[in-house]
């Protein structure tokens, strides 16, 4: 028995965005998966909720005309892995979201619950990030769209404002299109987990495979939020694929990344993880490009 | 024969249809429940508790503080009481505590009229602490000056031994020897079965009823009899089917408490489930033990002298105490035996929580510092680690003065040879010898040991009731405790054998009750089979007797001439069937001129004992970069003599090996070093081991029948984790050539050793 | 909580196959409800929080973590225990039987969830690898057993309803 004040049940998308202005501190479920932890744990106890599991109209992925993929944010994680569109185009966040937690944390945690929830260590979030993903979100004024670099504000928080929940995770055709990529999830068991570090690694490869005409690494837990690895992608966009850079990539990573100490993972180890899963992410992304790169 | 035969274990139907009632499941929905209110401080004496805002939350019936209880100490080890003070474990428990001595610590009790209330009630409870330094190091607690957690233990040293053999400073002076020594740690870890604890009590008419999730549902009741101040026999405990136990269970934990809190609301039936959190922080841990080996040897191998110093941490409570330390340093000099050898051990006391028995008791720890070190001798000699082994193992016939334990057979080297076998060993270990690169394989092993039960160091003890029913099919009771290692299937399947009726024919009553099921300590120190076995023996034996002189009346046979085959009284000379089981004992019980009901109930002491055997056999793959491990392929193989049901043994094995994966790669309780806390106390941070963390596990067995038991059994159940995290040690160091002194051998170990040593 | 203050809502579900209705507090999990209110005692509570997987039915099909699932979500579902897995003359389903052949049930606190979890991989019609069985059997955490047995059993049944010859 769950220590609830008061369960508000959306009907719709619109009785959602009304039942926040109306009950402004109560705190949206969509799966349980953290905020029924937070509960338990006493953090969140004696909260209302506004629960928006029953908003079908949240779940499932479509393609749009102009190639976007879009991603309800009541979507699970297990149907995002088995969808033939995540497969066909973004299969990394597919593999992405098959690395969390187990099987039936997977059924019932939602791509929405695990960005908005705010925290670096989603499973999904880097690989968002490295796919550019746009959130769409819906509050009393309509429908915004908000890039996810910019979507957080800090450890927990995130730029959700009054009235308002996120609807859907949209990853635009340019985001995707020649791209190939590769996530790894570093932890200490191979199941029932949290990520120590993830990376997450796109590359698009020139015509002949040589040439690494564009990058994107972007990182859980290496910093309070989710991000991105500019400077390094900055400085070796356009080079060669081969061994030497995927060194200077090991190198330069660690100039993006902040990881901190903590008893879950000591700084130094982190940094050391930050930079040789970059440089397997690399290598595993280029060869799914069709690249060819030594060990 | 029913004895040897892989039979379904008797509970599988009702466990895989989901029938079979655990404690919560027989618990009554109107249970008013009980929450306690935890210390958040590690050290301090509470100055006063304010139950005024818990007392006005609806729902909420009775709180009570450690200012409430009586002042009756008690002790919670799973032992057998002693009537000898000196023996007696120690009392150093209250029901709630003013003295709080670890992070956790219980202060107060909440009893309400559900959950939601009672959770509330305790977050309103207000404590003011007078906050004392604290100690969380072993040997840091042993300093002078260090902080004091009981008065009666200076130096909180709850307790210190040594042994002495031959001469040890004079043998260290022969020229040419060669000196080795090593530290090494071992973790705290938690048992993790997947049943939380738990227990419900109320009181029915002069007695309190306790139905609990323990394996030892006797000494549950005296200890509550003690912790109330009220005669054993008023109180009454249930053990139900349990969820795992592993030895947390094997302390008394909870029902007191529970016990007395019913009493305070008019004996109202009162509920008290453990949180996974709580069961984390506030039930038993394994001790975490750092020992010193020195050895000093001949070029050759041979073992001239050796000592072992080892400090095990007890955390805040005495509970089962210096007995695990005593155990691992007790098997030092016997596993190698050496002329001069030296072992001093310390059980201490620190603000961590509480220390007590977890299946191997001791061993793990032991044997992994012993083998560590035999690994390490090696390296230092140049001596090849299997050749060590099989010069310096306890040989064939060697025998332990004190316990008189003999090793009967040839046993370590058809350990190893059957081992090496289905690992391919010999050529995998040469193939592996030298390597570069980022990735590497390894391949180790290592040996142990295992004492049966515990005699000589304690009682040993077991009753066995049987009854024949009117269809002849035998009821048999006994005290001892099936907590999911099957031992009533092989209890069942000892019955059947020795009386002389199809296993069927057998029926256990699996749920202990302390007013009906006659005397038992429980199920610890894999001592069931072996001390239980001499029970169940005793009282078939003379059951048998008892229904062949009362078979004389109806056939006219003497008794010598007949015997009970497949559920009938036959005659022995010539076979023939003379009467069925089934109709002897309605004719019997409803015999007009002389009723009889055929029952039999016996004690059996053991005063006898057995060493247990085994090696562990492990190949890893590293992974040099990402500082990781892979195990490839796993073994164990054991001698636990005769195998009652050798399905049941494998699955015994392959849990164990589990266990002792997680302990060597995974698993670790961290404590914040400012306040003590517990941090990891959850399934998602502490690292029990997953279904994607395993290989296949081989589990294989030597059967030598042990000569002096029951059924030719000894140890089984907690033997197989003892050599799995040595042998990973090994392979890891044949794989890297980094030796790893500490558990678990963890990325985060595995990066900080690799980095020292310019791996990475 | 005073009692007036407190919460009810019907739910209707199918639960193995038959409707049932109950006035549900809106603060109770799945769990709850399934062991309080039907009495269906096989959902075990391990941790509470969705990390052993002792608590796991299927719901539409599909395995969850009845704990950190609210019970009011349930209106309108299709539950299965394990209680819903015996036939009605108490005949018991294939993947029951094979972890009592297989020896893969020691204390059988974790086992309604695994069988559970099972039910639903072997539904699926798949042949798995071993390594993606491991992967769906994950969600659960046993002590006594080390996975081993359990994972035969699972295999096992899986070759013997995809008519393959099983290897060890």
């Known amino acids: 028995m769950y220590d609830i004040k008061a369960i508000y049940e959306a009907k719709s998308v619109e009785h959602a965005v009304q039942l926040r202005m109306e009950h402004p501190e109560a705190v949206i479920i969509a799966g349980g998966s953290d905020v029924l932890i937070k509960i338990r744990e006493g953090r969140l106890a004696g909260c209302e909720l506004i629960s928006i599991y029953g908003l079908d109209e949240m779940r499932g992925i479509r393609k749009e005309e102009d190639g976007t993929i879009r991603i309800g944010s009541l979507t699970s994680f297990s149907h995002i892995h088995a969808d033939p569109l995540i497969q066909k185009h973004i299969s990394v966040l597919g593999d992405a979201v098959n690395m969390v937690g187990g099987p039936q944390i997977r059924a019932?945690?939602?791509?929405?619950?695990?960005?908005?929830?705010?925290?670096?260590?989603?499973?999904?979030?880097?690989?968002?990030?490295?796919?550019?993903?746009?959130?769409?979100?819906?509050?009393?004024?309509?429908?915004?769209?908000?890039?996810?670099?910019?979507?957080?504000?800090?450890?927990?928080?995130?730029?959700?404002?009054?009235?308002?929940?996120?609807?859907?995770?949209?990853?635009?055709?340019?985001?995707?299109?020649?791209?190939?990529?590769?996530?790894?999830?570093?932890?200490?068991?191979?199941?029932?987990?949290?990520?120590?570090?993830?990376?997450?690694?796109?590359?698009?490869?020139?015509?002949?495979?040589?040439?690494?005409?564009?990058?994107?690494?972007?990182?859980?837990?290496?910093?309070?939020?989710?991000?991105?690895?500019?400077?390094?992608?900055?400085?070796?966009?356009?080079?060669?694929?081969?061994?030497?850079?995927?060194?200077?990539?090991?190198?330069?990573?660690?100039?993006?990344?902040?990881?901190?100490?903590?008893?879950?993972?000591?700084?130094?180890f982190r940094l050391h993880l930050c930079s040789t899963m970059a440089m397997r992410a690399f290598t595993q992304a280029v060869r799914k490009a069709g690249g060819e790169i030594d060990d | 024969m029913i004895i040897g035969k892989s039979i379904p274990r008797i509970d599988a139907r009702d466990k895989a249809t989901g029938r079979i009632r655990y404690t919560d499941d027989l618990c009554d929905k109107g249970a008013l429940i009980a929450k306690i209110k935890h210390a958040n401080v590690a050290h301090a004496y509470v100055k006063s508790v304010d139950t005024s805002e818990a007392e006005k939350i609806p729902g909420v019936v009775k709180v009570v503080t450690c200012f409430d209880v009586p002042d009756f100490r008690f002790p919670t080890a799973g032992h057998p009481w002693s009537t000898d003070p000196e023996h007696q474990d120690v009392c150093d428990r209250l029901l709630l505590t003013k003295h709080v001595r670890y992070y956790g610590d219980d202060v107060a009790a909440v009893v309400a009229e559900d959950e939601v209330a009672a959770a509330r009630a305790v977050d309103a409870i207000k404590v003011e602490y007078e906050e004392l330094p604290f100690v969380l190091d072993v040997q840091e607690a042993m300093k002078d000056g260090a902080p004091l957690l009981h008065e009666e233990y200076p130096n909180n040293v709850l307790r210190h031994t040594s042994m002495r053999k031959g001469n040890y400073e004079e043998a260290i002076k022969e020229p040419g020897l060669i000196k080795v020594e090593g530290w090494y740690d071992t973790p705290t870890v938690q048992h993790c079965h997947i049943e939380n604890f738990i227990c419900f009590a109320s009181r029915e008419n002069e007695k309190i009823v306790v139905v609990t999730s323990t394996q030892i549902p006797h000494i549950v009741r005296?200890?509550?009899?003690?912790?109330?101040?009220?005669?054993?026999?008023?109180?009454?405990?249930?053990?139900?089917?349990?969820?795992?136990?592993?030895?947390?269970?094997?302390?008394?934990?909870?029902?007191?408490?529970?016990?007395?809190?019913?009493?305070?609301?008019?004996?109202?039936?009162?509920?008290?489930?453990?949180?996974?959190?709580?069961?984390?922080?506030?039930?038993?841990?394994?001790?975490?033990?750092?020992?010193?080996?020195?050895?000093?040897?001949?070029?050759?191998?041979?073992?001239?002298?050796?000592?072992?110093?080892?400090?095990?941490?007890?955390?805040?409570?005495?509970?089962?105490?210096?007995?695990?330390?005593?155990?691992?340093?007790?098997?030092?000099?016997?596993?190698?035996?050496?002329?001069?050898?030296?072992?001093?051990?310390?059980?201490?006391?620190?603000?961590?929580?509480?220390?007590?028995?977890?299946?191997?008791?001791?061993?793990?720890?032991?044997?992994?510092?012993?083998?560590?070190?035999?690994?390490?001798?090696?390296?230092?000699?140049?001596?090849?680690?299997?050749?060590?082994?099989?010069?310096?193992?306890?040989?064939?016939?060697?025998?332990?003065?004190?316990?008189?334990?003999?090793?009967?057979?040839?046993?370590?080297?058809?350990?190893?040879?059957?081992?090496?076998?289905?690992?391919?060993?010999?050529?995998?270990?040469?193939?592996?010898?030298?390597?570069?690169?980022?990735?590497?394989?390894?391949?180790?092993?290592?040996?142990?040991?295992?004492?049966?039960?515990?005699?000589?160091?304690?009682?040993?003890?077991?009753?066995?009731?049987?009854?024949?029913?009117?269809?002849?099919?035998?009821?048999?009771?006994?005290?001892?405790?099936?907590?999911?290692?099957?031992?009533?299937?092989?209890?069942?399947?000892?019955?059947?054998?020795?009386?002389?009726?199809?296993?069927?024919?057998?029926?256990?009553?699996?749920?202990q009750d302390t007013d009906v099921t006659p005397f038992g300590t429980g199920a610890y120190a894999s001592r069931q089979t072996y001390v239980t076995g001499f029970a169940i023996r005793d009282c078939a034996e003379h059951l048998k007797d008892r229904i062949l002189d009362i078979a004389y009346r109806y056939t006219r046979m003497q008794p010598y001439l007949m015997d009970i085959q497949d559920g009938n009284i036959i005659r022995a000379t010539d076979g023939r069937v003379l009467m069925s089981l089934g109709d002897l004992a309605l004719q019997a019980l409803y015999d007009t001129e002389n009723s009889v009901h055929i029952t039999m109930e016996r004690t059996a002491q053991a005063k006898s004992n057995a060493y247990s055997f085994g090696c562990c056999f492990a190949e890893v793959e590293v992974d040099i970069p990402m500082c990781r491990v892979k195990l490839l392929n796993i073994i164990n193989v054991h001698d636990c003599g005769r195998l009652i049901n050798p399905a049941l043994a494998a699955a015994q094995v392959e849990g164990g090996m589990s266990m002792g994966i997680g302990y060597a790669l995974s698993e670790k309780m961290i404590y914040d070093e400012k306040t003590g806390k517990l941090l990891n106390g959850n399934l998602l941070d502490y690292k029990l081991s997953t279904f994607m963390d395993h290989p296949h596990l081989e589990a294989q067995f030597v059967e030598n029948p042990e000569p002096t038991s029951a059924y030719g059994t000894k140890a089984l159940g907690e033997p197989p984790v003892v050599p799995v995290a040595p042998a990973i040690r090994a392979a890891i160091r044949q794989a890297t050539g980094v030796a790893l002194n500490e558990l678990p051998m963890d990325p985060h170990l595995l990066f900080r050793r690799f980095k020292e040593e310019h791996l990475i | 909580m005073t009692e007036d203050l407190r919460q009810y809502k019907q739910v209707t579900c199918t639960i193995n196959g038959k409707?049932?209705?109950?006035?549900?507090?809106?603060?109770?999990?799945?769990?709850?409800?399934?062991?309080?209110?039907?009495?269906?005692?096989?959902?075990?509570?391990?941790?509470?929080?969705?990390?052993?997987?002792?608590?796991?039915?299927?719901?539409?099909?599909?395995?969850?973590?009845?704990?950190?699932?609210?019970?009011?979500?349930?209106?309108?579902?299709?539950?299965?225990?394990?209680?819903?897995?015996?036939?009605?003359?108490?005949?018991?389903?294939?993947?029951?039987?094979?972890?009592?052949?297989?020896?893969?049930?020691?204390?059988?606190?974790?086992?309604?969830?695994?069988?559970?979890?099972?039910?639903?991989?072997?539904?699926?019609?798949?042949?798995?690898?071993?390594?993606?069985?491991?992967?769906?059997?994950?969600?659960?955490?046993?002590?006594?057993?080390?996975?081993?047995?359990?994972?035969?059993?699972?295999?096992?049944?899986?070759?013997?309803r995809l008519g393959k010859k099983y290897k060890e």
Not at chain 2, 255 to 277: F, H, I
Not at chain 2, 366 to 387: L, N, Q, Y
Not at chain 2, 489 to 499: G, K, L, R
């Open chain 2, 222 to 511: 005296r200890v509550v009899g003690q912790a109330l101040g009220i005669p054993w026999g008023q109180v009454r405990v249930i053990k139900p089917y349990i969820g795992g136990g592993f030895g947390n269970k094997q302390d008394v934990l909870y029902e007191p408490l529970c016990a007395y809190l019913s009493l305070q609301v008019g004996g109202r039936l009162v509920k008290l489930d453990c949180s996974r959190e709580e069961t984390f922080r506030n039930n038993r841990v394994r001790h975490a033990i750092r020992s010193h080996i020195v050895t000093y040897c001949r070029k050759d191998g041979t073992l001239v002298a050796r000592k072992l110093e080892c400090f095990s941490n007890q955390g805040a409570y005495a509970s089962h105490g210096h007995a695990i330390a005593a155990k691992g340093a007790g098997a030092f000099p016997q596993l190698y035996p050496c002329e001069n050898v030296e072992v001093d051990a310390w059980t201490v006391f620190t603000n961590r929580q509480v220390a007590g028995a977890m299946r191997s008791y001791g061993m793990a720890q032991a044997d992994f510092a012993v083998e560590s070190h035999s690994d390490d001798i090696c390296r230092v000699i140049g001596m090849d680690p299997m050749e060590f082994r099989r010069k310096n193992l306890m040989p064939k016939g060697y025998v332990d003065a004190f316990s008189k334990n003999e090793l009967y057979a040839d046993t370590f080297n058809q350990c190893l040879d059957k081992g090496a076998a289905y690992i391919d060993y010999d050529r995998k270990f040469k193939e592996y010898q030298n390597q570069t690169g980022p990735i590497r394989r390894g391949i180790g092993f290592a040996p142990f040991w295992y004492n049966t039960a515990v005699w000589p160091i304690a009682l040993e003890t077991a009753s066995c009731r049987m009854i024949v029913n009117q269809d002849g099919s035998i009821q048999v009771q006994v005290g001892d405790t099936e907590i999911g290692q099957g031992a009533d299937t092989a209890f069942s399947q000892m019955a059947a054998e020795t009386i002389g009726v199809p296993f069927d024919m057998v029926h256990i009553l699996s749920c």
């Open chain 3, 19 to 160: 409707e049932r209705t109950a006035m549900v507090d809106v603060r109770a999990s799945l769990t709850d409800m399934l062991r309080n209110e039907y009495r269906l005692t096989s959902v075990k509570k391990g941790c509470e929080v969705g990390e052993c997987g002792a608590c796991t039915v299927l719901i539409d099909g599909e395995a969850f973590d009845s704990c950190i699932y609210l019970a009011i979500w349930a209106d309108g579902k299709n539950i299965i225990t394990l209680e819903g897995l015996e036939g009605p003359n108490g005949e018991l389903s294939d993947i029951q039987q094979a972890f009592i052949d297989e020896t893969a049930i020691q204390c059988g606190f974790c086992t309604p969830g695994f069988i559970l979890t099972a039910k639903e991989v072997l539904d699926s019609g798949k042949l798995y690898t071993d390594d993606e069985l491991r992967k769906l059997l994950s969600g659960h955490l046993c002590r006594c057993t080390g996975y081993e047995n359990i994972f035969r059993a699972v295999k096992k049944t899986m070759y013997k």
């Open chain 1, 108 to 268: 019932i945690g939602t791509i929405g619950g695990n960005t908005c929830n705010g925290v670096t260590s989603a499973d999904s979030a880097s690989t968002l990030f490295a796919y550019d993903a746009v959130l769409e979100i819906t509050g009393p004024e309509g429908v915004r769209l908000c890039p996810i670099s910019e979507f957080y504000l800090g450890p927990g928080k995130v730029d959700l404002r009054e009235g308002e929940l996120e609807t859907a995770v949209l990853i635009r055709k340019e985001s995707y299109s020649g791209y190939k990529g590769c996530y790894l999830k570093y932890g200490m068991r191979n199941a029932m987990e949290i990520a120590t570090t993830g990376c997450s690694v796109n590359v698009k490869l020139s015509q002949d495979k040589k040439v690494l005409k564009d990058l994107r690494i972007a990182y859980g837990v290496a910093g309070p939020v989710p991000r991105r690895a500019k400077v390094t992608e900055d400085a070796v966009r356009g080079s060669e694929v081969s061994p030497e850079t995927r060194a200077r990539i090991g190198e330069l990573v660690l100039e993006d990344v902040n990881p901190r100490d903590s008893w879950r993972a000591a700084k130094d």
